[in-house]
């Protein structure tokens, strides 16, 4: 029986996750931002679990450079931090995500009218900054680059 009901393997994950990019390429919200750093980081334990992933992909090289990777590091820190209001037992590279609303902070002709789409800026430790678009755009490469090199 599943417990997620449309979702059963880790391609089916995947092609969520590329649903969660288009919403958040239509039109950035913290609820989409939500879904997809979720998303992009249970990829990881759904790809590790499922039996239909060739074994090759799941060796402990390609599972460490997956939770390396600087894209899925953040996905983690946010889920997690949004799952349990704190991280206690990862060393988070992610300082904060902070959410704007209002004249001028989203893309123009985005979001209602008068209010505006949100912008989301992700503040790393390092004090790199990004919008969440570019972490989509990071974490969709990785998850392709991983798919395609494993013929997935």
Known sequence: MALVPGLASASDLHAKLQRDAAIMVEEVSCDAFFNFVVTGYSLIDWTMNDPAIPNQAKTDP???ALYADKWLKVCGDLATAA???ALSKRKAITTSAMSQQ???KGRYGKGPYGVGEESISVLLNDGT?????ELVAGVRDTWHSFFSRHGI
């Open 129 to 133: 900054e990004f919008s969440a678009l």
């Open 62 to 64: 390609e599972v460490c």
């Open 83 to 85: 799952k349990h209001f």
């Open 102 to 104: 209002g004249y001028g």
